[in-house]
């Protein structure tokens, strides 16, 4: 899990959400209010998204926020 601030200065939560059929999700959680994003990896494995994720610094964070699409767990699905 990572934590970063947004270019408008709310912080967040990245994690990592290992799904069924070897799809691997990055979740966005805002510490304050708003909706949970979640963008797909192009990732064989969750070993190969935790190191994308140590790897990336907070500018990358930002950028795959910003291509992330909202979702609402019991409503959406994976």
């Known amino acids: 899990m990572r934590s970063f601030d947004d270019s408008h200065g709310q912080h967040w939560q990245a994690a990592l959400l290992d799904g069924s059929y070897g799809n691997v999700m990055l ?5 304050q ?3 949970i994003r979640r963008r797909p990896l192009q990732v064989s494995t969750m070993a190969e998204a935790m190191a994308m994720l140590a ?3 907070d500018d990358g964070l930002r950028a ?4 992330a699409d ?3 767990p019991g409503v959406d699905g994976f």
């Open 27 to 31: 979740v966005f959680s805002p510490m």
């Open 55 to 57: 790897a990336m610094d």
């Open 70 to 72: 909202p979702w609402e």
């Open 64 to 67: 795959m926020l910003l291509e």
């Open 33 to 35: 209010s708003g909706m």
